[in-house]
């Protein structure tokens, strides 16, 4: 798995308070990409074990009460998805929501129509398998030239579409920013911010 980033605890990135993990690497080429950065399929892999770890310790905690994927493309690297939710599940997180942004579209994913970048496998049977956890995802490629205020959605193409009754289309909410500075100095910026505002 290639991480790109994680941010403990968003409001942001779904209903509620959620741990987001980016994971690095996207061949799908959207232009004017929000993060343009994420997109190299670089860096280190690692088994995603200190994720699940970070997860679970968040959740225990009281401090989120799910978990979103984002990228670069997640699809991308879907087997390592499927490896972490397996495990959280596995490790006692039988309530913990998933959520997920991607930009492939229900149809492309049912078909089996999107890249690996890592493994073999029924593309097909990995998102049905990924699917059956998910609470929520927004699919579709960004657009730039169809831009959208819709909740979670940057591009009136994208859908939001509801995989469990968990949540209803209310409870996700308008398009905030979120900006995190690290001890260090950098600095995480997460959500949607309105077009030009933060130029």
């Not at 929000?34 to 399929?41: M, R, Y």
């Not at 997860?55 to 905690?61: E, P, R």
């Not at 579209?105 to 998102?127: C, N, P, Q, V």
């Amino acid at each position: 798995m290639l991480i790109h980033g994680f941010v403990p605890v968003s409001c942001a990135n779904g209903p509620g308070r959620r741990a987001v993990l980016w994971l690095r690497g996207c061949s799908l080429g959207c232009p004017s990409c929000w993060n343009p950065a994420g997109q190299p399929f670089t860096g280190t892999p690692t088994d995603g074990q200190e994720i699940v770890e970070r997860v679970l310790a968040l959740q225990q905690a009281g401090m989120i009460e799910g978990l979103t994927f984002s990228g670069g493309e997640p699809m991308q690297q879907a087997p390592s998805v499927l490896g972490v939710i397996e495990r959280l599940r596995d490790s006692g997180a039988v309530d913990l929501s998933f959520g997920m942004f991607t930009g492939y579209t229900l149809r492309e994913l049912e078909r089996g129509r999107y890249s690996i970048f890592e493994g073999r496998g029924d593309k097909a049977s990995i998102w049905r398998a990924i699917r059956c956890h998910l609470d929520f995802a927004v699919l579709g490629r960004y657009n730039a030239n169809a831009p959208a205020n819709l909740p979670l959605r940057t591009s009136r193409n994208q859908r939001l579409h509801l995989f469990s009754g968990r949540y209803r289309e209310s409870d996700f909410g308008e398009q905030i920013v979120e900006i995190s500075i690290a001890e260090s100095g950098g600095g995480t910026v997460t959500g949607f911010p309105v077009l030009g505002e933060l130029l």
